[in-house]
Nanobody, 113 residues
Framework: QLQASGGGLVQAGGSLRLSCAAS????????MGWYRQAPGKQRELVAL???????NYADSVKGRFTVSRDTARNTVYLQTNSLKPEDTAVYYC?????????WGQGTLVTVSS
């Protein structure tokens, strides 16, 4: 089970830190990451971190967002900086173990101009 939190309303240029807590150890997960879905748009990958610690980012967030993990807390974070109105979306935590894929509930990020 994945529990996401940390969303909210922020002005453009501001920052938020999203958290995703897993109910069990994250060591066995192939990757954990964040997706987002804006109104009227498809869900898209924002950032992910693999079990080896490698990271991958959508071009639109490179240099502004950072994904990290705390294996002791079974938690993955998404630090979002220099937020733009176009970052407004529901952000979903996700994880994979082998061929199994898990979604957490979303957390809403709203960026005002």
């Amino acid at each position: 089970q994945l529990q996401a939190s940390g969303g909210g309303l922020v002005q453009a240029g501001g920052s938020l830190r999203l958290s995703c807590a897993a109910s069990g150890s994250i060591f066995s997960l192939s990757f954990m990451g964040w997706y987002r879905q804006a109104p009227g748009k498809q869900r898209e990958l924002v950032a992910l971190i693999t079990s080896a610690g490698s990271t991958n980012y959508a071009d639109s967030v490179k240099g502004r967002f950072t994904v990290s993990r705390d294996t002791a807390r079974n938690t993955v974070y998404l630090q979002t900086n220099s937020l733009k109105p176009e970052d407004t979306a529901v952000y979903y935590c996700a994880a994979a173990r082998g061929t199994d894929f898990f979604w957490g509930q979303g957390t809403l990020v709203t960026v005002s101009s």
